[in-house]
């Protein structure tokens, strides 16, 4: 069982910046590539980013290249998400997702179905 925390959300300018947070607790975390994903009201859970065991391959969706970075440190067990420039259309929930796998270079599912944990999510709400 892996237990995940996020924090850092909030309400921010458009333009601004906020760095996710994501604490792990349970297993053995660094044996997980983590994803984070986005919901935002009336739609369904999309896809953000991703990263695999060792930090050293992330990707992105086309909506946030160039605008946020995907990182972890796992000596503390925690995976961030920078997030600059931030939109109005960037307004949503934002969960962090663990992957388990045997491959230090997967960077994790596109699908939120191939995730085994979540947490409970983190909002941020971008003004105009």
């Known amino acids: 069982q892996v237990q995940l925390v996020e924090s850092g959300g909030g309400l921010v300018q458009a333009g601004g910046s906020l760095r996710l947070s994501c604490a792990a607790s349970?297993?053995?975390?660094?044996?997980?590539?983590m994803g984070w994903f986005r919901q935002a009201p009336g739609k369904e859970r999309e896809f953000v980013a991703g990263?695999?065991?060792?930090?050293?391959?992330?990707y992105y969706a086309d909506s946030v290249k160039g605008r946020f970075t995907i990182s972890r440190d796992n000596a503390k067990n925690t995976v961030y998400l920078q997030i600059d420039s931030l939109k109005p259309e960037d307004t949503a929930v934002y969960y962090c997702?663990?992957?388990?796998?045997?491959?230090?270079?997967?960077?994790?599912?596109?699908?939120?179905?191939?995730?085994?944990?979540w947490g409970q999510g983190t909002q941020v709400t971008v003004s105009s």
């Open positions: 997702a663990a992957d388990h796998t045997p491959s230090p270079y997967y960077s994790g599912s596109y699908f939120a179905a191939g995730y085994d944990y």
């Open positions: 349970g297993r053995t975390f660094s044996s997980y590539a």
């Open positions: 990263i695999s065991w060792r930090g050293g391959r992330t």
